[in-house]
C-alpha cells in the first residue's frame, strides 16, 4: 500500500534539544510539505520542496531546518531556536505537473511537545 | 493569494444534506478550489477541488458560483463520521510545478443524530 509515514507519533522535548521528525513517503510524489498546527488552528506552512535537494521556507521557517536528500524523505528538525515548539506537525506529499491536480496526501502527524 | 472566508461552525442532522459555503471573492483565473477535512487529531483528508465547473465524485459536490467568487461544499447525506473541520482552500501556484496549499481556519462541522 503507497502512503506516507510520520514518526513518532508522539514525541517529548526538552528544552534546548534539537529533535528531528521523520517523513517517508512511497507515492513517487515530487513535492512535499511540512506544516505545523497549534490547538484550534489551521495549519501553517514551514517548508515545502518540490525537487530533490531544493526546498523553500513556508510561513514560519525560522527555528526549523530540513532536508530533501531522497525523494522519498522529507526529515523535519526542530532546533532549540523555535521559541514555541509544542505543536501538532503534519508532513504532506503530493505530485507535480500539468497534469496532476495537485492533491495533497497527508501522513497522520506528529505531536511534539517541550517538556 | 486569494484568501477563503468560511464560517467558524456548522451543525447538520444526521441523514440531511450538510452545504458548507466558502467565500474566495480574490480568486485568479487559475487558481483552483479545494476541500480538504480533518477529524480530530488526525492529518486532513482530500475530498474535492474544481475550477470553474460543478464537481461531484463519491464524497461530495462542489458547486462553484459562475463569477467563482464563492463555492459550496454538499454532503448529500451526513453521517456523524462526517464530524471535521472542513478546510476551503484555494491552491497557490509556486513557479511552473504547482502550489503550496494554504490553509486557513475551517468550518467546524457537528453532525448529530
Known amino acids: 500500500d503507497g502512503g506516507i509515514t510520520q514518526s513518532p507519533k508522539y514525541l517529548f522535548r526538552k528544552e534546548g534539544q534539537n529533535v528531528t521528525l521523520s517523513c517517508e513517503q512511497n507515492l513517487n510524489h515530487d513535492a512535499m510539505y511540512w506544516y505545523r498546527q497549534d490547538p484550534g488552528q489551521g495549519l501553517r506552512l514551514i517548508y515545502y520542496s518540490q525537487i530533490v535537494n531544493d526546498f523553500q521556507k513556508g510561513d514560519i521557517a525560522e527555528g526549523y531546518s530540513v532536508s530533501r536528500e531522497k525523494k522519498e524523505s522529507f526529515p523535519l528538525t526542530v532546533t532549540s531556536a523555535q521559541k514555541n515548539p509544542t505543536a501538532f506537525y503534519l508532513c504532506?506529499?503530493?505530485?507535480?505537473?500539468?497534469?496532476?491536480?495537485?492533491?495533497?496526501?497527508f501522513g497522520s502527524g506528529t505531536r511534539l511537545t517541550v517538556v | 493569494d486569494a484568501k477563503t472566508t468560511q464560517p467558524t461552525s456548522m451543525d447538520c442532522a444526521e441523514g440531511r444534506a450538510a452545504n458548507l459555503p466558502c467565500n474566495h471573492s480574490?480568486?485568479?483565473?487559475?487558481?483552483?478550489v479545494y476541500w480538504y477535512r480533518q477529524i480530530h487529531s488526525q492529518g486532513p483528508q482530500y475530498i474535492i477541488h474544481g475550477l470553474k465547473n460543478n464537481e461531484t465524485n463519491e464524497m461530495a459536490s462542489l458547486i462553484i458560483t459562475e463569477d467563482r467568487k464563492s463555492s459550496t461544499l454538499i454532503l448529500p447525506h451526513a453521517t456523524l463520521r462526517d464530524t471535521a473541520v472542513y478546510y476551503c482552500i484555494v491552491r497557490v501556484a509556486v513557479g511552473n510545478q504547482g502550489g503550496k496549499l494554504i490553509f486557513g481556519q475551517g468550518t467546524e462541522l457537528s453532525v448529530k443524530p
Open positions: 504532506a506529499s503530493s505530485i507535480t505537473g500539468a497534469r496532476s491536480n495537485y492533491g495533497y496526501t
Open positions: 480574490t480568486i485568479s483565473g487559475n487558481e483552483y
